[in-house]
């Protein structure tokens, strides 16, 4: 099925819409960009899937969360530094043929994310 994300914004209690993230894979220290984007109205990719079924394949990978900037074009007063800034999530794809969702739920403060469905 893929690889996909969605965020949402606990401190509002909706989705982080307009936030940046990026999507590397990952070999040992090495990271390698694979795409940048911002979260569309429901807090996800606006095109859909990072990967597809037939591209996703097994081995590491990082999403990458600009939070600090995502809080602070909403108006919220962070400190500086911020507590979060951007929040990196280094997660391993077993088997490309599952589905693999990452989701991120986040505030100024804290985060959480699972292997969802």
Excluded: I
């Excluded at 990072?50 to 996703?56: A, I, M, N, Q, R």
């Excluded at 979060?84 to 985060?111: C, I, K």
């Amino acid at each position: 099925m893929g690889l996909s994300t969605h965020v949402l914004d606990t401190m509002h209690g909706c989705p982080a819409a307009g936030m940046g993230v990026e999507l590397y894979t990952t070999e040992g220290e090495r990271a390698t960009l694979v795409k940048r984007f911002t979260l569309n109205a429901d807090g996800r990719n606006p095109d859909g899937l990072l990967f597809d079924h037939d591209s996703l394949r097994a081995g590491t990978y990082r999403l990458v969360f600009d939070v600090k900037a995502y809080f602070a074009a909403r108006g919220v007063a962070l400190p500086e530094p911020a507590f979060l800034d951007r929040v990196p999530l280094d997660f391993g794809v077993a088997d490309p043929r599952a589905h693999y969702h990452v989701p991120l739920l986040v505030s100024p403060w804290s985060y959480a994310t699972y292997r969802g469905s």
